[in-house]
């Protein structure tokens, strides 16, 4: 998947589309998911152009991808995520339905998660 810079999370970044903002530094952006899985639903995007996990992990600098994983960490602990537990997801490619070629996480929290994955896949 090449990227594509007039997907959804980079005209947010550029500041075309309005987000409901949560945190932001110079590493990433975190705003509140605008079609929620739970009752907490926060996406945290890195400010380059990354397209997946396996993009992020080879191309970013070290000071990038540890900045981007201390901002995510920032947002549970804005968002009082560790008592009840949070779930943290990065979908890539087409099997995992990944909708945005935008390397994100999912932050998923404020009730019972269910199993890791869909029970019978297996």
């Known amino acids: 998947m090449a990227y594509d810079s007039n997907n959804i999370?980079?005209?947010?970044?550029?500041?075309e589309i309005p987000c409901n903002k949560i945190y932001e530094d110079d590493y990433a952006l975190a705003f509140h998911d605008i079609n929620p899985?739970?009752?907490v639903?926060?996406?945290v995007i890195p400010k380059g152009e990354y397209v997946s996990f396996d993009d992020f992990s080879k191309t970013a600098p070290p000071e990038v991808i540890t900045g981007f994983y201390r901002a995510a960490q920032?947002?549970?602990e804005m968002l009082e995520l560790q008592e009840g537990?949070?779930?943290?997801?990065?979908?890539t490619g087409a099997d995992a339905h990944q909708e945005v070629?935008?390397?994100?996480?999912?932050?998923?929290a404020g009730c019972d998660l269910g199993?890791?994955?869909?029970?019978?896949?297996?």
């Open 37 to 39: 899985q739970a009752p």
């Open 85 to 91: 537990g949070y779930r943290v997801l990065a979908n």
């Open 101 to 108: 070629p935008h390397y994100h996480l999912h932050i998923f």
């Open 74 to 76: 920032k947002v549970t």
């Open 9 to 15: 999370f980079a005209r947010i970044l550029r500041g």
């Open 115 to 122: 199993h890791m994955v869909k029970q019978g896949l297996v």
């Open 41 to 43: 639903h926060a996406l």
